[in-house]
């Protein structure tokens, strides 16, 4: 149907220049709170009711953007609407050489994902089996192992690499995790030099290993509000049309999603709509 053809889809790169230059144009819909602290809160993401696209619910806490009313609290500290992609932080599993257990999990609510593409499982610790369980829309897992038999055997060139730390592929589309660690494994042996060993899902880029994680708690003590990790997003599945008009929005400019050019910014307020993805400027 040609009618609910998905709008236009532009350069993102000419999106992202347009929107960085218009220091004026609103993310947020009208009358809503539009930055905490410093950051933006961009629509679908919203403060209140009649704010938020449904799942993008979030509220702003000392200066701190986080998902309201999920299950597992979820602090957001960077969005990006042309990716499509949210940085969040996430607890980090631990078990020390005198516990058991240990075990960290992630609900990332509906319309949330974890990006499989920037996320790693890592593990951190010398003689440590971790394992990540999950849903998409099967029951999926991964794990790793990392072993040092004593100090000199980690590596410490900053490579987690199988001495000291342990990074693995997860599977596409959780929106479920559960992070845990084999018992028949665990830092009694290494005690020593490594009484603890620590497990997550964050950005690979964002992580380097020392090889000064292993000793004490030191890991825990530096992440304890937890590791950054990437959030894929979409906001809804309908076309855009469909979205648009379910939103209501008054203000809503048709002439913002047709044509073949870049829409100015003089507009009051209007969605643009890029691979399904709604966008507000003005
Ligand atoms: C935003 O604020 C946080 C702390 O509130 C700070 O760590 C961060 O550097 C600030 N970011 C920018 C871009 O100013
Ligand atoms: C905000 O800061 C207060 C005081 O430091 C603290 O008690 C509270 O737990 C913090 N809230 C969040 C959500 O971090
Ligand atoms: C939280 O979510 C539940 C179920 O999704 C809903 O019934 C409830 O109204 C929500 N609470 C708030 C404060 O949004
Ligand atoms: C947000 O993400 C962008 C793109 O990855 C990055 O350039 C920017 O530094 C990030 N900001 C913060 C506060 O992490
Ligand atoms: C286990 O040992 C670690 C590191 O020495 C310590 O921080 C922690 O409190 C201990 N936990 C228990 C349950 O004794
Ligand atoms: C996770 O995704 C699956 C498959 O798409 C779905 O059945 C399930 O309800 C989702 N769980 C949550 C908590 O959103
Ligand atoms: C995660 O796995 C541990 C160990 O199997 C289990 O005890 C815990 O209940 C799980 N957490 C969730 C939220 O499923």
Redesign the pocket.
């Known amino acids: 149907m040609a009618g609910t053809l998905p709008c236009l889809i532009f350069a993102a790169t000419l999106m992202l220049a347009s929107i960085k230059s218009s220091t004026a144009s609103r993310m947020a819909k009208p009358r809503c709170q539009e930055t905490c602290g410093n950051l933006t809160i961009p629509y679908p993401f919203g403060i209140g009711e009649g704010c938020f696209r449904e799942g993008f619910d979030v509220s702003c806490e000392n200066n701190s953007i986080y998902r309201h009313n999920s299950s597992s609290r979820i602090k957001i500290?960077?969005i990006?609407l042309l990716g499509g992609q949210a940085?969040v932080t996430t607890l980090i599993a631990s078990k020390c050489f005198n516990e058991t257990g240990g075990w960290a999990w992630l609900n990332t609510g509906k319309f949330f994902t974890i990006s499989t593409k920037a996320n790693k499982l890592t593990a951190v610790g010398c003689n440590t089996l971790a394992f990540l369980g999950g849903f998409n829309e099967h029951r999926v897992g991964a794990g790793c192992f990392s072993m040092c038999a004593d100090r000199r055997s980690v590596d410490e060139s900053g490579q987690c690499s199988g001495m000291g730390c342990c990074q693995t592929s997860i599977a596409p589309n959780l929106n479920f995790s559960n992070i845990t660690f084999d018992d028949r494994f665990d830092n009694s042996e290494v005690s020593g030099f490594n009484p603890c060993s620590y497990a997550f899902v964050a950005e690979q880029d964002w992580f380097r290993f020392e090889a000064s994680y292993l000793e004490d708690n030191k890991f825990k003590e530096k992440f304890k509000d937890g590791v950054p990790t990437l959030l894929d997003w979409v906001a809804g599945n309908e076309y855009c049309d469909e979205a648009v008009k379910n939103m209501a929005i008054p203000t809503w400019k048709k002439d913002a999603k047709v044509g073949n050019s870049l829409p100015s910014f003089g507009f009051t307020s209007s969605y643009l709509c890029i691979n399904l993805k709604l966008f507000l400027c003005s």
Do not use: A, K, Q
Request: proline content about 0%; glycine content about 0%; hydrophobic content about 0%.
């Open positions: 500290y960077n990006s940085r």
